[in-house]
């Protein structure tokens, strides 16, 4: 497998077989670029690996770990198989960048298929992820405490 560069300027993205690394541009944080690679990924000629590196969390995009915990587990609802599908946290980065995220997709060898969820269910348990910089670790347990008592 030759790694591939994806490329871009303010008119699009392309692509050039040199590096497995993109660097996303600080106005982004790597859940924007997320999506659209796991769509191109899943039907190309061959399994797709990259490492994206810039911002993991802002206010304006997916962070990665809301993109790891719901959008790839809703994929294997329609046929995409779990093997090799993955997106591993590296190091997490935020307004200036210092984030790394790798991402793995493998091929879709059949179509997609159709799936209809009729039920909603019931709400188990709810889950989340904190994150803190510059400041001390204390702060990230404090926000859980807190969300706990709101929730209990």
């Known amino acids: ?55 993991t969390n802002d206010s304006k995009d997916p962070s990665v770990d809301t993109f790891r915990t719901t959008s790839l587990h809703i994929l294997k609802h329609f046929g995409v198989p779990l093997e090799g599908l993955e997106l591993k946290i590296e190091s997490r980065g935020a307004a200036l960048g210092g984030g790394e995220v790798v991402l793995g997709v493998p091929i879709l060898l059949n179509n997609l298929s159709e799936t209809t969820w009729i039920d909603e269910g019931i709400v188990k348990r709810i889950r989340g992820v904190t994150f803190s910089t510059r400041v001390s670790p204390q702060f990230g347990n404090r926000m859980v405490s807190i969300a706990r008592g709101v929730f209990n």
Do not use: H, Q
């Open 1 to 55: 497998m030759r790694p591939v560069r994806i490329c871009g300027t303010n008119r699009g993205f392309w692509l050039e077989e040199s590096t497995s690394c993109m660097t996303a541009d600080f106005s982004r944080s790597i859940g924007y670029f997320l999506e659209p690679l796991v769509l191109l990924g899943l039907f190309g000629e061959r399994p797709l690996s990259i490492r994206l590196k810039g911002i």
